[in-house]
Every structure is written in C-alpha cells, then in structure tokens.
T-cell receptor, first 113, second 111 residues
Framework: EPEVTQTPSHQVTQMGQEVILRCVPI?????FYWYRQILGQKVEFLVS????????KSEIFDDQFSVERPDGSNFTLKIRSTKLEDSAMYFC???????????FGDGTRLSIL | RKEVEQDPGPFNVPEGATVAFNCTYS??????FFWYRQDCRKEPKLLMS?????NEDGRFTAQLNRASQYISLLIRDSKLSDSATYLC????????????WGLGTSLAVNP
C-alpha cells in the first residue's frame, strides 16, 4: 500500500537555526498538509497546499514557516529561525480528494535545544 | 464551545468489555467525519470514516448524528491491542480540507 514518507525521523537543532522537514506524499495525491503535535497535546493544523499554492494556514504558521513542493514529489516544511516552542512532532499528510481520509507519514520529531 | 470535543478519559476496561466514545463538533457545516487511532509517539492512523447511516467494521461501530452534531465510536469485545488514544476528527467545509482534531480519548484495555 502506498505510504507517505517523512525524513528525518528525528531532528535536533539549536535554537535560531533553520530546519527543513521533508515529506514525500503518495504519488497521485493532490492535497498536502502539515500538522504538528506538541507532546501531550492535540494534533494542530499548520498548512494545506493544493495546486502549488497554500490554500489555508493557521495562526501557528507565521512568517518563520514556509512550504514548498520543489520537484513534484517532495513537500517540505521550512522553519527559518527555530524557537524552543517549535519542539514537537511534525506530521505530513496527503489525500487525493478533499473529503477523503488523509494519510499520514510517521512524523519527524523536532527537538530544539 | 470547542471545535471538536471529546472526553479525554482515561478509560480503563477489562479485556472483552464494550466501550463507547463520544464526540461533539461545533461547525454544523462540517462535511466528513473520522475516527483515528494514535499509539504513543506514533502518527495518527485512520480507524474508520463515519457516515450518516452508521457503519461497522468488525468490532468497531461508528455513528453520526448531524442534528445533534455528535459522533460516537463503539468497540465491542475489546482486546489488549485496542489500547491507544482515539481521536475524533472533522473535515470542515470549504476548499482547504483541513482536519480539526479532538484532544483524544485514552483507552487502556487490561488483562
């Protein structure tokens, strides 16, 4: 069964550094998402991406965050200047059609020191 | 009112018990509804979609009441492997298709 893959599985970074989290969505999917989950808290929507542009972003997704789909297969989340509170699990998801269930990657655990 | 609200539990039940989880959502225009399961420090995994007519998948039964904006999940004959957090998820109306998540209900099935 096709899967969403995310790399790295764990990223440790100094505060203030830039990080790029990578995702390869399922190949024929059209909608892409990033979510995050701080330890012990609920999953939170960050951003949705369709037709090569952001379709919605949450309040969390401020100017420090950006997304790209550089080559038709990868979908990346960049955090420009990381803060301690960015420490969380970051999940990428994709779906073919909007109302279908979203398929999640294993997540990247981001630890900011 | 929270967008998606669930009883956080924890629910502690013996093997073989029947357990029911409830969820309410605030946006009456919500279009799609799901139950996801999440194991500790793992990604959410789709358990089942929830349809207005109700749907069943083995030991799991999901119900949707649009008038009351209420979703339920029933697990029959619970197994040790059912221990996890169960997340009620709503897909809002509009083009963005983002998922709105409940905090989750924690289930521990004990031998």
């Amino acid at each position: 069964e096709p899967e969403v893959t995310q790399t790295p599985s764990h990223q440790v970074t100094q505060m203030g550094q830039e990080v790029i989290l990578r995702c390869v969505p399922i190949s024929n999917h059209l909608y892409f998402y990033w979510y995050r989950q701080i330890l012990g808290q609920k999953v939170e929507f960050l951003v949705s991406f369709y037709n090569n542009e952001i379709s919605e972003k949450s309040e969390i997704f401020d100017d420090q965050f950006s997304v790209e789909r550089p080559d038709g297969s990868n979908f990346t989340l960049k955090i420009r200047s990381t803060k301690l509170e960015d420490s969380a699990m970051y999940f990428c998801a994709s779906t073919l059609l909007g109302n279908q269930p979203q398929h999640f990657g294993d997540g990247t655990r981001l630890s900011i020191l | 009112r929270k967008e998606v609200e669930q009883d956080p539990g924890p629910f502690n039940v013996p093997e073989g018990a029947t357990v029911a989880f409830n969820c309410t959502y605030s946006n009456s225009a919500s279009q799609s509804f799901f139950w996801y399961r999440q194991d500790c420090r793992k990604e959410p995994k789709l358990l089942m979609s929830v349809y207005s007519s109700g749907n069943e998948d083995g030991r799991f039964t999901a119900q949707l009441n649009r008038a009351s904006q209420y979703i339920s999940l029933l697990i029959r004959d619970s197994k040790l492997s059912d221990s996890a957090t169960y997340l009620c998820v709503v897909n809002n109306a509009g083009n963005n298709r983002k998922l709105i998540w409940g905090l989750g209900t924690s289930l521990a099935v004990n031998p």
